[in-house]
């Protein structure tokens, strides 16, 4: 349990935290972390992701990646978790979002067009837009599309794929420039030449990104460094 200084510190921080300059390094070690403190779902978790380094996070279902990759966001609080060897609660929240760019598997789709959802406001760089747009994922994505990238999506969103929906996510990345990169099972809807061509992009974008990359497949082998098996 933490201290009623420490919990104070983890509420503060997140307004008046230190500023986060440079991601240079991330440390996992943890001891014990659950959702609910009767049931810990990680327990003694070490490892380290360094400067450029791709590392391949996999593990059977339930054992607790997404949650790892929830914490490194701060979406929960745990002691544990080093950015550039100081606790993460010691940074500004705000820092830390704009730095850490993680993708889920299911990414929020709004009603709207495929553009706009792209996009996802103001502020977006025309010019890399446009060549985003010819990657050869997004092309292939244009033209399945009736209207291309004009197609309205539904309330629910249901008139694309999941394998559809997740490349509009990626292309939302691509739009940014994080320090580091998750992705949670952000291509598992993707069929094997899909999930190809968005790896193919994403190397080219994020070469020297430091990259967290979840995934069931095998296929991750070809783009991480190093892969960690996380037991349960
Ligand atoms: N918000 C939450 N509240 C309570 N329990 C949760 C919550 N999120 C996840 N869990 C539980 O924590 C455990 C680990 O879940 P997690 O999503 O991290 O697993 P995972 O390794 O990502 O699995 P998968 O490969 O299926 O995506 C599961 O038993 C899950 O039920
Ligand atoms: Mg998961």
């Known amino acids: ?12 921080g997140g307004k008046w935290g ?15 972390f659950g959702y609910d403190h009767n049931d ?3 327990e003694n978790i070490e490892f380290k992701i360094e400067e450029d380094e791709k590392l391949g996070l996999v593990g059977k279902t339930g054992c607790g990646k997404s949650t790892i990759a929830k914490l490194l966001t701060k979406f929960y609080n745990t002691e544990g978790i080093y950015i550039n060897n100081k606790e993460i609660h010691k940074y500004r929240l705000s820092d830390i979002r704009n730095k850490i760019y993680i993708v889920f598997q299911d990414q929020v789709i709004f009603p ?17 837009y446009e060549k985003i747009l010819h990657e050869n994922f997004m092309k292939d994505l244009i033209e399945q599309l009736p209207n ?16 559809q929906k997740q490349k509009i996510s990626i292309a939302r990345l691509l739009l940014h ?16 030449k899909s ?24 296929t991750i082998e070809n783009y991480c460094s190093r892969i960690i098996h996380l037991e349960k």
């Not at 349990?1 to 503060?12: A, T, V």
């Not at 420039?177 to 094997?192: G, W």
Request: aromatic share 4%; proline share 2%; glycine share 8%.
């Open 195 to 218: 999930e190809e061509m968005v790896y193919d992009s994403i190397s080219k974008y994020f070469s020297n990104t430091m990259s967290l990359i979840i995934s069931h497949r095998n």
């Open 18 to 32: 230190l500023k986060l300059k440079t991601i240079k390094s991330i440390k996992v070690q943890i001891d014990q």
């Open 148 to 163: 291309g990238l004009l197609t309205k999506i539904t309330e629910a969103g249901d008139n694309l794929s999941g394998g």
């Open 40 to 42: 810990p779902i990680l």
């Open 177 to 192: 420039n994080p320090e580091l990169i998750i992705l949670d099972e952000a291509t598992s809807s993707m069929d094997e």
């Open 1 to 12: 349990m933490l201290g009623i200084r420490k919990s104070l510190f983890l509420k503060i």
């Open 112 to 128: 709207g067009t495929v553009e706009d959802n792209i996009q996802m406001g103001s502020g977006v760089n025309q010019k890399k």
